[in-house]
């Protein structure tokens, strides 16, 4: 599991196959097998990056929202510590609500007075979002958690639920035609139980009560879609950013074998290269233990002698080991002071942010390994 850090002699939540299935007719890809959600996110690690780059991100979110309507009131499905809505909250919003299965960020968030209700989304958490907001609430949010769920269906028509006529649900997702283009394969690990085409998620909506009213492209995470829905009832028209989406989009079963082929090329790219960093004397160590550190970690077969750290912001991930392997997490300062000769990057969708912030490793000679979109030395 790429979020499974335990520390010395912790408990692993175990294994699960990691293969991706893919439907030629709707375009869907998804994982064989989806691990109980009891598991993956009951104790969970992953916490909203306080970065620049996520604070500039949330800005453009409240600007495309502000562009349909005004977000009085907003409910997050799939919350985690509270950031985006403590975010809405200072902008405006004046009644809010999280629901999110992870125990421990539902009470971290419930100490920053962001209100938060420990659960799954499902059809008892939908009825208290509508006790919550009565009347029905303005936005619903759904930020890289919809990928997460293996039933679609319900979440759809749970939604319903706290909607009123006018709602406007935002569903923020990765696209897989960002990640097939970037072979961004280090995306691809057991909370991601599906890889979401236009295409395909305008099928899942047939028989719900809602359909697809804008599409937006984001940057964020390697590249992301912001999904807008207005329930079938509404009575306004889509924008044409639909149509130019689904025009655009091009998902065969051809491309994500090419996929597979790079993804391997690069696997054995990194492996080699920092191998023979290791064997001709060099000090290498990761920096960024996010999920995808855990999948090109396994992936390349890395232990403690090829990297001898990884460093991490994230308090609940320090002095613990990366998934799978000996490698132990550190606190960034470790970087400073420790000065190895390269880092692997394996944050590298916040690397401008990072590349400017750790400017005692650049200027005391050291490199950055740069594994996405090539493997390069910065």
């Known amino acids: 599991m790429a979020n499974d850090f335990v520390e010395k002699g912790g408990t692993h939540k175990g294994f699960a196959p990691l293969k991706v299935l893919f439907c030629p007719r709707c375009t869907l890809a998804q994982l064989s097998v ?7 996110y009951r104790d969970y690690l992953y916490v909203t990056s306080p970065s620049r780059t996520m604070q500039e991100h949330f800005a453009k979110l409240r600007k495309l929202i502000g562009e349909e309507q005004s977000a009085t009131s907003v ?4 919350s985690n510590d509270g950031a985006l809505l403590r975010f809405m909250e200072k902008n405006g ?10 125990r421990n960020l539902s009470n971290l968030a419930s100490k920053e007075h962001i ?3 420990n659960a799954v989304w499902d059809r008892d958490a939908a009825e208290d979002a509508a006790a919550h907001f009565e009347t029905g609430v303005d936005i619903i949010l759904a930020r890289h958690v919809f990928c997460h769920v293996d039933n679609w269906k319900d979440f759809l028509h749970n939604l319903a639920v706290p909607s009123k006529k006018d709602t406007l649900v935002c569903i923020e997702v990765p696209y897989v035609q960002d990640l097939l283009e970037g072979c961004e394969f280090d995306t691809i690990y057991h909370e991601h139980t599906s890889y979401l085409s ?10 719900s009560p809602w359909r697809l009213h804008r599409v937006e492209r984001l940057e964020i995470h390697g590249g992301a879609l912001l999904l807008m829905l207005r329930r079938t009832d509404y009575e306004g028209k889509a924008q044409e950013s639909v149509r130019k989406a689904l025009e655009s989009e091009s998902i065969t079963l051809e491309r994500w074998r090419e996929f597979a082929v790079k993804a391997h090329r690069k696997i054995g790219e990194l492996s080699a290269f920092v191998r023979n960093l290791v064997t001709s004397g060099q000090e290498v160590v990761g920096y960024g233990a996010s999920a995808k550190s855990t999948v090109w970690i396994n992936a390349c077969s890395f232990t403690r002698s090829q990297l001898r750290f990884i460093t991490d912001t994230t308090l609940l991930k320090q002095y613990r080991f990366s998934p799978g392997s000996d490698i132990p997490i ?8 420790e000065l190895p000769k390269y880092a692997v990057c394996f944050a590298w969708n916040f690397f401008p942010e990072i590349y400017e912030k750790e400017k005692i490793f650049r200027e005391k000679g050291g490199k950055w390994i740069l594994p996405h979109p090539e493997i390069k030395v910065v």
């Open 93 to 102: 919003a004046s009644r809010i609500l999280g629901i999110d299965p992870a």
């Open 115 to 117: 209100p938060t209700i």
């Open 330 to 337: 550190v606190d960034e300062g470790a970087l400073t002071r």
């Open 198 to 207: 236009i295409q395909s998620f305008r099928a899942a909506l047939n028989g």
């Open 75 to 78: 409910l997050e499905i799939g």
């Open 34 to 40: 989806a691990v109980d959600p009891q598991v993956l």
